[in-house]
């Protein structure tokens, strides 16, 4: 906080000797620490340097208050004139070396979790490519199902055929009775393979089991 001003010209002529402020017969302890401030000599234009130029607030008020009370037509204002605030420069305490490290070790974890964040994509890219492969094993081993599902149904059609023929000669002389009984059972045994094989595909697909869905259905 400034508590002190660097007076200008104006202030230093005016406290020297033949000076503005000499008529007005300042009290000798208030000139003394003006002097003691300022310097007791000021020759020429010659003036002290640096902190001897610093004036505090209190002396300036003792000033102020003593011009008034004599009544003189000397204005504050006009003997500060070029003078100003003098603002000590702040003295930074030195950081504390464990709190320093610290911070570092926080600065390190915000990076490395911000470093993660950004590269979930990366992770989740991918876990997307395993499961695509997966998804694959899938398909092939549906494909694989469905293949052997074909080849049982062509096997149950044609040996309901084979059998059917077979025994359809013990009922009937002619063969052209015989292929089509033969035909016929082949169809029925078909079209029932066909309906159990469409009822369990709709259940593997929906997640439920057949017998559920047909339920389902039939409600």
Not at 51 to 67: E, G, K, N, T
Not at 89 to 95: D, M, S
Request: glycine content about 8%; overall charge neutral.
């Amino acid at each position: 906080m400034a508590s002190s001003l660097l007076v200008g010209e104006r202030l230093v002529r005016a406290l020297s000797p033949g000076g503005e402020l000499e008529p007005e017969q300042l009290p000798g302890k208030l000139r003394e620490e003006f002097e003691a401030v300022l310097g007791k000599k000021h020759k020429g234009g010659d003036r002290p340097a640096g902190p001897a130029r610093l004036v505090s607030f209190r002396l300036i008020r003792d000033l102020h208050q003593y011009l008034r009370e004599r009544g003189s037509t000397l204005y504050l204002h006009e003997l500060l004139e070029g003078s100003e605030i003098y603002l000590p420069e702040v003295v930074k305490p030195p950081r504390n070396p464990e709190l320093v490290a610290r911070l570092e070790k926080i600065k390190i974890h915000l990076a490395n979790e911000e470093y993660k964040r950004i590269t979930r994509n990366v992770t989740c890219q991918d876990s997307r490519h395993g499961g695509t492969l997966s998804d694959l094993g899938k398909q092939v081993r549906s494909v694989k199902a469905l293949v052997i599902t074909i080849f049982n149904f062509i096997v149950t059609v044609a040996a309901a055929f084979v059998c059917t023929y077979l025994g359809s000669q013990y009922i009937f002389t002619e063969m052209t009775s015989q292929v089509l009984a033969a035909l016929i059972v082949a169809s029925v045994v078909g079209l029932a393979e066909l309906y159990i094989m469409v009822r369990v595909m709709e259940g593997a697909e929906t997640g439920g089991h057949p017998c559920s869905t047909h339920l389902d259905a039939d409600l």
